[in-house]
């Protein structure tokens, strides 16, 4: 049987609790070439990710009547 545990992570004086929706954690001069990301999330009364975050119940309502909320084209030359 498979235990997940939450996952920290301590870099001197940082500390990362979560890392979301694939993403990358860089330290140093690292350049991706070539990447594009483009997204948009509602998420009401936003995120808390963290020790001791304080705990809300939020009741939220949305109306959101776009098509396209986020219209990107990636252009690349390589």
Do not use: C, H, W
Request: aromatic share 12%.
């Amino acid at each position: 049987m498979v235990f997940f545990t939450p996952f920290a992570l301590n870099l001197l004086g940082f500390k990362i609790n979560s890392i979301d929706n694939a993403s990358v954690v860089n330290v140093g001069p690292v350049q991706y070439i070539d990447q594009f990301t483009s997204y948009k999330r509602n998420q009401g009364f936003g995120e808390l990710n963290g020790d001791l975050s304080p705990i809300n119940i939020p009741i939220d309502y949305l109306i959101d009547p776009d098509v396209s909320d986020s219209a990107s084209v990636k252009n690349s030359i390589i």
